[in-house]
């Protein structure tokens, strides 16, 4: 884990939020970004991706990212986004059209997370993805209790607010626990319109 206590790095707004950890498909739709996010790939360096607000600001927990992959079309750049790690915002700033930001790391802040708390977690993902797959999709969920937070987070049906709401929970116990009581009342409409 590194040790600085601040760190500069390109800063990308996007509409989609990016957990670490987790492999995402990211639009980057504004052209002042396209040049610094088509350097950072092919010199392969890491850059924060954070959701933008209603108010086009950056949100200021954010997860820096490896570009595996760019496809340009369009109405903008498609990229394939490999999560590494949660960051706070301090600031940023304008180099050219592009941002930049100054961040510091934001570690998962672990405590003791009980077996049944994790096994709940596991069985309700399962249960959802399975009901929400697309045919032939295939998904083996984590068991160590951050990455399976960042994959529920990730993979089940909510929206980038939500999204946003859950990576900013600073424990794997406290984003578990939020995301047993939204996949529960998500089971519960999905197991409602199976039944009718």
Known sequence: MPTRESFTMGLVPVGHVVFPGIVSSVLVRARGHRGAVKR?????????FSLERPD???????????????????????????GIQRVHLISYFHEGTALKGKFRYASDDEENIPPLLIEEAWALASEL??????????????????????WVAAHVPLNAATRQELLEIPTSRGRLAKEISLMRTLLDGLRTQHSS
């Open 129 to 150: 993805w399975a009901m929400v797959q697309e045919p032939g999709a295939r998904s083996d969920l984590p068991s160590a209790p951050p990455l399976l937070s960042y």
């Open 56 to 82: 086009h600001e950056p949100s200021t927990v954010a997860a820096t990212g490896r570009i595996l992959d760019l496809t340009e079309e369009n109405d903008g750049l498609i990229l394939r986004v490999a």
């Open 40 to 48: 950072a790939a092919n010199e392969d360096h890491s850059m924060v």
